[in-house]
């Protein structure tokens, strides 16, 4: 009798951990889990300012960002209105050039945003392109792809 109880047991036992494997790795498999890793950034805070740190600028457009996802990015693009702002890495008391007329503090290697950090992307504005009143579409991009698509209206 006992020895029946035994194999009974270890048959039992063997099935419950077939039946409790089976069922994790169904739900692994369903769309709602993922191993993925998460990219994403999002804008705490954005302001426009009269600037004061870049002399020839008509407007400061600060962008607090935070990296909510779990991995690494890295800022490398931003564009104003589509058009990709080629002059990076301004410091604080430099000129834009008139050729551009739009400017940016990510550095020419990009920003790197580790997980749960935040940081602020800076992005002045001296192009007559652009008056009071004008609607602004910026894009932050890492690698091609577009992380944030934000807009910002000129006052």
């Known amino acids: 009798m006992r020895k029946n109880t035994k194999i009974i047991l270890a048959t039992l ?6 039946i409790t494997t089976a069922l994790i790795l169904y739900a692994r498999s369903s769309p709602g889990f993922t191993n993925e890793p998460v990219n ?12 004061v740190s870049i002399n020839n600028a008509r407007w400061q457009m600060s962008l607090i960002v935070a990296n909510r996802g779990d991995q690494d990015i890295v800022v490398d693009e931003i564009y104003v209105n589509g058009l ?5 890495g301004l410091i604080h ?4 050039s008139t050729d551009y007329g739009i400017g940016t503090s990510v ?5 790197l945003y580790p997980p749960g950090n935040s940081e602020t ?4 504005i001296g192009s007559d392109l652009f008056e009071k009143g004008n609607i602004l579409t910026v894009e932050i991009k890492s690698r091609g792809v577009t992380y944030l698509n934000r807009t ?3 006052d």
């Open 13 to 18: 036992i063997f099935f419950g951990v077939s």
């Open 40 to 51: 994403r950034l999002e804008v705490r805070h954005a302001y426009l300012v009269k600037p």
């Open 84 to 88: 990709m702002v080629k002059e990076m």
């Open 93 to 96: 008391g430099e000129l834009l």
């Open 107 to 111: 550095p020419k290697i990009g920003l």
């Open 121 to 124: 992307i800076y992005i002045w």
């Open 152 to 154: 910002i209206t000129l």
